[in-house]
């Protein structure tokens, strides 16, 4: 079966620090791994995915993953937090259904 | 182009009624999917439709759950006789072809709480 875990229930950072959010998946096969944030009360919107290529990839409000073979993980990465991140990020893998880490709570400080 | 719609956004039922939630995937969208997000699971989850295939039932928790989509478009999630645990976010998310490779994208769930 194919599964993620985030291992952290939640990250503190000040506003302005680097963010790392961690995943690490287990998968037979080809990962094709994603990362979705859900705002209060929202559903979850897409920030990017690995499907294959390049190790290092770019999304949506300056968010960017690294993919690691050799560790099995998808790290989410932003160089410079925004309080406006304050969210609840997940990880997931695809296996025509998506199975979900089950979340870290981002809180950015001012 | 509008996104995956929801609707209600809550409903509150009491328990043993019965309950439908509606779901509008993106246009041209051939593949619709429903999942729960709850406090003690997490996300996961229930259903599958994809295109005119027989729909992938196999994370529905209970027979009290079925769905069906019509036209290949709206689907209807609709729990019977609710019970208290089915109090959760139901979210619907559509993506182009169902590969697993596709991006989904998610509506803003219904909210659903079984006094």
């Known amino acids: 079966a194919q599964s993620v875990a985030q291992p952290e229930d939640q990250v503190n950072v000040a506003e302005g620090n680097p963010l790392t959010v961690k995943c690490t998946y287990s998968v037979s096969g080809n990962p094709y791994l994603f990362w979705y944030v859900q705002y209060p009360n929202r559903g979850l919107q897409f920030l990017l995915k690995?499907?294959?290529?390049?190790?290092l990839v770019k999304g949506s409000y300056g968010f960017e993953a690294e993919f690691n073979k050799s560790q099995t993980s998808f790290h989410l990465k932003k160089p410079s937090a925004l309080v406006s991140d304050s969210a609840l990020y997940f990880c997931?893998?695809?296996?025509?259904?998506?199975?979900f880490g089950a979340g870290t709570t981002v809180t950015v400080r001012a | 182009g509008a996104g995956v719609s929801q609707s209600p956004s809550n409903k509150v039922t009491e328990k043993g009624k019965d309950v439908e939630l509606r779901c509008d995937p993106i246009?041209?969208?051939?593949?619709l999917y429903w999942y729960r997000q709850s406090l003690g699971q997490g996300l996961e989850f229930l259903i599958y439709?994809?295109?005119?295939?027989?729909?992938?039932k196999s994370g529905l928790p209970s027979d009290r759950f079925s769905a069906e989509r019509t036209g290949g478009s709206v689907s209807t999630l609709t729990i019977q006789r609710t019970q208290q645990e089915d109090s959760a976010v139901y979210l619907c998310?559509?993506?182009?072809?169902?590969?697993?490779?596709?991006?989904?994208?998610f509506g803003p769930g219904t909210r659903l709480t079984v006094l």
């Open positions: 998310a559509s993506s182009f072809s169902g590969l697993d490779t596709d991006t989904q994208y």
């Open positions: 997931a893998v695809d296996d025509y259904k998506l199975s």
């Open positions: 246009s041209g969208h051939t593949a």
């Open positions: 690995y499907i294959t290529g390049d190790n």
């Open positions: 439709f994809q295109g005119n295939s027989a729909p992938d």
